[in-house]
């Protein structure tokens, strides 16, 4: 059949073994064509299409629920439930999503672009079972990177506490997250991998020794592979599976669902599996990628010369200050992502991946920064959240000197409301000691960066997904909290920060003043009071509540400047997908707008 004729996942229970083999394999050439034409996460979902079939044939979505932890491994069960034909709008504005969406699909039944979160979803899911509602089983399926955040741990232990409860727990282990796992838990993972000796013995002993000696089974499971923290934890542990197996997943997933007690299947899988460039890569480039040639796996789209993404860019700034200042990088598990393999080669003993765990970095920089060794977290903006209590608590009460990389600041594309940089000014900005900074150009990425290096308090630096230009650094010393008049002040001036103030700088008519705002926090007053009974136009990509554009309004009442302020942002919604210029072109936020606004 067809893959776009795929309306529900029902057929699947029709199938032969032998033909849901053959249906994963056209699914993922399925995958690997439209990808290559749309971009997206490629290897997480190359790597569970056949835990995905067998999960739909077992069981009975939506009555059974599949709670997927994070959307982005969600491409087969898309496919699966009737979305294969949307596919070439996938990532685009009003298209197909990047992760789940409850919006576009009842079999959808939790959103997370966000890890870690299914152990705990599965939790309330399981109430609400208990309160009455009508369900079936509660399948929770986690990466190995994500079951090492300390969320997906609580919820394990909360889950193994209620006996009287059952969770499904499927642990997708293909030895990466995004990138290469990192810690403890991976090297246990790595351990279980390699123990043959159990396989052997199930098969060498007859069934009904299996059934006569069920106990004496288990307690030789226990003793090949030695307690581990699932068993400790209350659990019926089984594997490693073989998770490109269909007939394997399908015995085993039948197994759970007879079960009258929680379980954990833990399925050893090969992220990218299928297509060459991305099985073998242990670096994550391909996690999530752009369109690009299937023959040589080369991006489609060429680099405009003089350009480079903003991330390479500011690796290239902390290659040329650590040649004199000595810090550490932290990163929550992406070091790809955030372009800091130059930085990892050339100082690999200066760049330290926590795997995904923004609240532990986030401490364990506060630590550091106690010591008197400065530290540098890169980190998402929409990952920056997830540590915003540790960022109050541990950083910024105590005025530690710990410098936040914020990358993919602002409007962010296609991977839609979980993944738009529009909310870090806010949730910062309210915060005492913080300072919070935008550089127009990687020149003055680089003043910034020196300015963080030698101030003594937290700092924070965004910078966007997009390109920027190439250019030398023009070296300056920066003041604490000082504006620059790319434009001279008139009646009209427009208060704007980061890359767009290059393309007011050329598109603006000459008589409207121009204010690059770097510095968010503090706000320049001094400059402030020179465009005192001024018109100004606060332009921004992000949401209004807490933004510059609100600071200025207060300080406005505060200094009694009689400023003439209209602010424009983002209201109060979450932004779903889009090209950043189609996304600004709808806020009315892009510079044509505004100019048409003067």
Same mark, same amino acid.
Request: hydrophobic share 40%.
């Given at each position: 059949?067809?893959?776009?004729?795929?309306?529900?996942?029902?057929?699947?229970?029709?199938?032969?073994?032998?033909?849901?083999?053959?249906?994963?394999?056209?699914?993922?050439?399925?995958?690997?064509?439209?990808? &290559? $034409?749309?971009?997206?996460?490629?290897? %997480?979902?190359?790597?569970?299409?056949?835990?995905?079939?067998?999960?739909?044939?077992?069981?009975?979505?939506?009555?059974?629920?599949?709670?997927?932890?994070? @959307?982005?491994?969600?491409?087969?069960?898309?496919?699966?439930?009737?979305?294969?034909?949307?596919?070439?709008?996938?990532?685009?504005?009003?298209?197909?999503?990047?992760?789940?969406?409850?919006?576009?699909?009842?079999?959808?039944?939790?959103?997370?672009?966000? %890890? =870690?979160?299914?152990?705990? #979803?599965?939790?309330?899911?399981?109430?609400?079972?208990? &309160?009455?509602?009508?369900?079936?089983?509660?399948?929770?399926?986690?990466?190995?990177?994500?079951?090492?955040?300390?969320?997906?741990?609580?919820?394990?232990?909360?889950?193994?506490?209620?006996?009287?409860?059952?969770?499904?727990?499927?642990?997708?282990?293909?030895?990466?997250?995004?990138?290469?796992?990192?810690? !403890?838990?991976?090297?246990?993972?790595?351990?279980?991998?390699?123990?043959?000796?159990?396989?052997?013995?199930?098969?060498?002993?007859?069934?009904?020794?299996?059934?006569?000696?069920?106990?004496?089974?288990?307690?030789?499971?226990?003793?090949?592979?030695?307690?581990?923290?699932?068993?400790?934890?209350?659990?019926?542990?089984?594997?490693?599976?073989?998770?490109?197996?269909?007939?394997?997943?399908?015995?085993?997933?039948?197994?759970? $669902?007879?079960?009258?007690?929680?379980?954990?299947?833990?399925?050893?899988? %090969?992220? @990218?599996?299928?297509?060459?460039?991305?099985?073998?890569?242990?670096?994550?480039?391909?996690?999530?990628?752009?369109?690009?040639?299937?023959?040589?796996?080369?991006?489609?789209?060429?680099?405009?010369?003089?350009?480079?993404?903003?991330?390479?860019?500011?690796?290239?700034?902390?290659?040329?200050?650590?040649?004199?200042?000595?810090?550490?990088?932290?990163?929550?598990?992406?070091?790809?992502?955030?372009?800091?393999?130059?930085?990892?080669?050339?100082?690999?003993?200066?760049?330290?991946?926590?795997?995904?765990?923004?609240?532990?970095?986030?401490?364990?920089?506060?630590?550091?920064?106690?010591?008197?060794?400065?530290?540098?977290?890169?980190?998402?903006? *929409?990952? /920056?959240? !997830?540590?915003?209590?540790?960022?109050?608590?541990?950083?910024?009460?105590?005025?530690?000197?710990?410098?936040?990389?914020?990358?993919? #600041?602002?409007?962010?594309?296609?991977?839609? =409301?979980?993944?738009?940089?529009?909310?870090?000014?806010?949730?910062?900005?309210?915060?005492?000691?913080?300072?919070?900074?935008?550089?127009?150009?990687?020149?003055? #990425?680089?003043?910034?960066?020196?300015?963080?290096?030698?101030?003594?308090?937290?700092?924070?630096?965004?910078?966007?997904?997009?390109? *920027?230009?190439?250019? #030398?650094?023009?070296?300056?010393?920066?003041?604490?909290?000082?504006?620059?008049?790319?434009?001279?002040? =008139?009646?009209?001036?427009?208060?704007?920060?980061?890359?767009?103030?290059?393309?007011? &700088?050329?598109?603006?008519?000459?008589?409207?003043?121009?204010?690059?705002?770097?510095?968010?926090?503090?706000?320049?007053?001094? /400059?402030?009071?020179?465009?005192?009974?001024?018109?100004?136009?606060?332009?921004?990509?992000?949401?209004?509540?807490?933004?510059?554009?609100?600071?200025?309004?207060?300080?406005?009442?505060?200094?009694?400047?009689?400023?003439?302020?209209?602010?424009?942002?983002?209201?109060?919604?979450?932004?779903?997908?889009?090209?950043?210029?189609?996304?600004?072109?709808?806020?009315?936020?892009?510079?044509? &707008?505004?100019?048409?606004?003067?």
């Amino acid at each position: 059949m067809r893959i776009e004729d795929i309306q529900s996942p029902e057929f699947l229970k029709s199938l032969s073994t032998k033909e849901l083999q053959e249906l994963s394999e056209q699914i993922r050439a399925f995958i690997i064509d439209n990808v &290559s $034409k749309t971009g997206g996460h490629l290897s %997480s979902n190359l790597g569970v299409v056949e835990i995905t079939v067998a999960l739909h044939y077992v069981f009975n979505s939506p009555y059974d629920k599949f709670i997927f932890d994070v @959307g982005h491994q969600g491409y087969t069960h898309k496919i699966l439930t009737g979305r294969a034909k949307d596919f070439p709008t996938l990532r685009k504005k009003d298209g197909l999503g990047a992760f789940l969406k409850y919006s576009e699909s009842p079999h959808d039944v939790w959103e997370a672009g966000h %890890s =870690s979160t299914a152990l705990s #979803a599965a939790a309330g899911f399981l109430e609400a079972k208990e &309160s009455g509602e009508n369900m079936g089983d509660i399948i929770a399926i986690v990466g190995d990177g994500s079951i090492q955040n300390g969320l997906s741990f609580e919820g394990l232990n909360y889950l193994g506490s209620q006996k009287h409860q059952k969770a499904i727990i499927i642990i997708n282990d293909n030895d990466m997250s995004i990138s290469k796992n990192v810690g !403890r838990l991976a090297k246990k993972f790595s351990k279980i991998r390699i123990k043959k000796s159990y396989s052997i013995f199930k098969k060498i002993t007859p069934n009904f020794i299996h059934r006569l000696f069920r106990s004496v089974k288990i307690g030789f499971r226990s003793f090949i592979y030695g307690d581990n923290i699932f068993s400790t934890l209350g659990y019926k542990y089984y594997g490693p599976i073989d998770g490109h197996s269909i007939p394997d997943l399908i015995k085993y997933f039948q197994f759970a $669902k007879n079960c009258k007690h929680s379980v954990i299947l833990h399925v050893k899988t %090969s992220k @990218g599996k299928g297509y060459p460039y991305s099985e073998y890569d242990d670096t994550g480039y391909w996690h999530g990628v752009k369109p690009f040639n299937i023959e040589t796996g080369k991006p489609i789209s060429k680099p405009k010369n003089g350009l480079i993404p903003w991330g390479q860019g500011i690796c290239n700034i902390l290659l040329e200050v650590a040649k004199d200042k000595f810090f550490y990088v932290i990163t929550p598990a992406m070091i790809e992502g955030s372009r800091l393999q130059d930085f990892q080669s050339t100082y690999p003993k200066r760049l330290i991946d926590v795997g995904i765990a923004e609240e532990h970095a986030v401490v364990m920089a506060a630590a550091i920064a106690r010591n008197n060794v400065i530290p540098i977290v890169s980190i998402y903006s *929409t990952f /920056m959240q !997830r540590a915003y209590d540790q960022i109050s608590h541990d950083v910024c009460r105590s005025n530690n000197h710990v410098i936040f990389l914020v990358d993919r #600041a602002g409007l962010n594309g296609g991977d839609g =409301s979980t993944h738009q940089g529009i909310f870090d000014i806010a949730f910062l900005s309210h915060l005492p000691n913080i300072v919070i900074t935008m550089p127009k150009d990687l020149s003055e #990425a680089y003043n910034l960066i020196s300015f963080a290096l030698e101030y003594k308090g937290p700092i924070v630096i965004r910078y966007s997904k997009s390109k *920027t230009q190439l250019i #030398a650094y023009k070296k300056e010393k920066i003041t604490l909290g000082s504006w620059v008049e790319e434009k001279p002040i =008139s009646d009209v001036n427009i208060i704007t920060y980061g890359d767009i103030v290059n393309e007011f &700088s050329y598109k603006l008519p000459n008589h409207i003043g121009l204010i690059n705002a770097r510095f968010i926090k503090p706000l320049d007053i001094d /400059m402030l009071k020179k465009l005192a009974n001024k018109r100004i136009l606060v332009v921004e990509e992000v949401v209004k509540y807490g933004s510059l554009g609100a600071m200025i309004l207060d300080a406005n009442n505060k200094y009694d400047l009689n400023l003439k302020i209209e602010t424009y942002g983002i209201d109060d919604i979450y932004l779903d997908s889009g090209t950043t210029p189609e996304l600004r072109k709808e806020l009315e936020i892009d510079v044509d &707008s505004i100019i048409k606004k003067l």
